[in-house]
């Protein structure tokens, strides 16, 4: 069994940053964990994700050269750098875990998920 627990969000004006973290318990039971977030009305998008082991990373191109996501494995913790944050990004964020092997995209593939943590960026 895998808990999640981010932390961080809050509100911030528009071009500011954010780091978002992800407390880990059980991290034993996942290979992977990624971030997505999911606006008013909105589906839950894939942000980025990385393996424990060897730190491999995969972002989506809606984010790349914002966001660095980055891991603590003394910590059990991964971690969500956000730059020049826009209007746009509001969202709740959510951390996931994956048991499978390798960096997924999708929603379903991920097993334990986080409470969700508010970003709220103002124009």
């Known amino acids: 069994q895998v808990q999640l627990v981010e932390s961080g969000g809050g509100l911030v004006q528009a071009g500011g940053s954010l780091r978002l973290s992800c407390a880990a318990s059980g991290r034993t039971f996942s290979n992977s964990v990624g971030w997505f977030r999911q606006g008013p009305g909105k589906e839950r998008e894939f942000l980025t994700a990385i393996t424990w082991s060897a730190g491999n990373t995969h972002y989506a191109d809606s984010i790349k050269g914002r966001f660095t996501i980055s891991r603590d494995n003394a910590k059990n913790t991964v971690y969500l750098q956000m730059n020049s944050l826009k209007s746009e990004d509001t969202a709740v964020y959510y951390c996931?875990?994956?048991?499978?092997?390798?960096?997924?995209?999708?929603?379903?593939?991920?097993?334990?998920w986080g409470q969700g943590t508010q970003v709220t960026v103002s124009s």
């Open positions: 996931a875990a994956r048991v499978g092997y390798g960096l997924s995209t999708i929603v379903p593939q991920y097993n334990y």
